[in-house]
């Protein structure tokens, strides 16, 4: 699942911009945002901070939670 690319869509969308408009406004390229959007595996996270930033948003690092089986 694309959590973040599924959110820029969202909120791209909630205040009516294109994907050219996000990225013009942005600074960000349109493929990047059509890539990130589109769930590319493999992005730059300063870009994916760059287009979160236009909603007050930041990526983080963090711990990436899973299921450990042990049987």
């Known amino acids: ?29 349109l493929r990047f945002v059509r890539e990130l959007e589109q769930g590319k595996q493999t992005v730059r996270m300063d870009k994916v901070n760059q287009a979160l930033a236009m909603f007050d948003m930041e990526a983080v690092p963090g711990k990436k939670e899973r299921k450990i089986n042990l049987d």
């Open 1 to 29: 699942m694309n959590t973040i690319g599924n959110f820029i869509k969202q909120k791209r969308k909630e205040y009516g911009l294109t994907q050219e408009d996000f990225a013009i406004r942005s600074g960000l390229g």
